[in-house]
C-alpha cells in the first residue's frame, strides 16, 4: 500500500496523472480485501474515483478494468451501477482488444447475469 501511496503523491506532485486511475484501482482492490469496514469503505471510494477518473481521461479499458473490480468486491449497489456502465462501455471495446478484461465483462454480462459472482479474480 506504501508504494501505491507515493505513486499517487508523485502523480500529485508532477502532474502525470495517466496512470492515476489504476494506481487507485489497484489501492482500491487492496482495501477491500481488508476486514475492516472502514478499509473497504475507502477501497470502495477509491474504486469510483479510478472510474471517474478513466472515463474523463476516456481511458475506456481502464475504466473496464476500475468497473470489474467495483463489480466484484463492491457493495451490491455499487455492484448494480458497475454492472450497468459495463453493458454501457462494452459494444464500444468490441473493435478494440480488452482482453482478459474484455472477455470478463463478455462472460459477466454475455449470460445475463444480473450479479458480480461470475467475475473472477485474475491469477
Known sequence: MASLDEALAFACETGERFQESELLRLRGEL?????????????????????????AQA???????????????????????ALARIGELRPGLRARSGGAELNQANRLLGRGVATASTVRPRR
Do not use: P
Request: without cysteine.
Open 31 to 55: 482495501a477491500l480485501t481488508g476486514r475492516k469496514s472502514v478499509e473497504r469503505r475507502n477501497g470502495e471510494a477509491h474504486l469510483v474515483r479510478a472510474v471517474a477518473i478513466a472515463r
Open 59 to 81: 481511458a475506456s479499458l481502464l475504466e473496464l478494468r476500475a468497473l470489474l473490480a467495483l463489480a466484484r468486491l463492491g457493495s451490491a449497489g455499487r455492484r448494480r451501477e
